[in-house]
């Protein structure tokens, strides 16, 4: 069975310049997630998705970050402008839901972002 | 607010030394627990859960956690290390679908 995949690996850019990053989930899987995890510390949650609909993206800076989850499948993650803050690995995870259980969760290899 | 609390930042051990990492959460109610571990050059990848039941679970590799609700911890253990067992190792209780992570403890096996 495939895991999550995300492209790209990594990225290097220049602040201000725009970037995205796609993740397939795990097919069937109907939450998927997007985290930020900065140097030395743990994964962030960006925004989590049920099917299509976004239920939480109290944590998305939204006057430069955007998502989408189209057909509740795969999802683009987009930073526009980027800031050299922006810097760090972007992670997807993605897992089955079912009646509000906790499952775990299973995560992709990750982007490196590097804003110069 | 929810928060996760690891103490060990950095951990250096030498091959068949116990291991203890720390974490502590700062809500109540129902809980569900979570380790992840990520591996030199891989993905996260859960190594145990608790639900419910017994407050000493068992996960992959030889690791184990115990549960104690009174002190708030679900600390991780192994009682005999391996150069393998490198890697960062991230506590992560839930609440509400959504997974408070701690900041991670890195553990160094020397062998």
């Known amino acids: 069975e495939a895991g999550v995949v995300q492209s790209p690996r990594y990225k290097i850019i220049e602040k201000k310049q725009p970037v995205a990053f796609w993740c397939n989930p795990i097919s069937g899987h109907n939450t998927l997630y997007w985290y930020r995890q900065n140097l030395g510390q743990g994964p962030e949650l960006l925004i989590r998705y049920e099917n299509e609909e976004a239920v939480d993206d109290s944590q998305l800076p939204k006057d430069r970050f955007s998502a989408e989850r189209l057909k509740g499948v795969d999802s683009t993650l987009k930073i526009q402008p980027a800031e050299l803050g922006d810097s760090a690995v972007y992670l997807c995870?993605?897992?089955?839901?079912?009646?509000?259980?906790?499952?775990?969760?299973?995560f992709g290899p990750g982007t490196r972002l590097t804003v110069l | 607010a929810q928060s996760v609390s690891q103490h060990n930042h950095h951990v250096i051990l030498s091959e068949a030394a116990s291991l203890e990492l720390g974490c502590n959460y700062s809500?109540?109610?129902?809980?569900?627990l979570f380790w992840y571990v990520q591996y030199p050059g891989q993905h996260l990848q859960l190594l145990l859960k608790?639900?419910?039941?017994?407050?000493l679970v068992k996960g992959i590799k030889g690791f184990e956690a115990e549960f104690i609700k009174s002190k708030f911890s679900f600390n991780l253990r192994k009682p005999s290390v391996q150069w393998s067992d490198t890697a960062e190792y991230f506590c992560?209780?839930?609440?509400?679908?959504?997974?408070?992570f701690g900041s991670g403890t890195k553990l160094n096996v020397k062998p």
């Open positions: 608790y639900f419910s039941g017994d407050p």
């Open positions: 995870a993605s897992s089955l839901v079912l009646a509000g259980s906790y499952t775990e969760q299973f």
């Open positions: 992560a209780p839930p609440q509400f679908n959504k997974f408070y």
């Open positions: 809500y109540g109610g129902t809980v569900n």
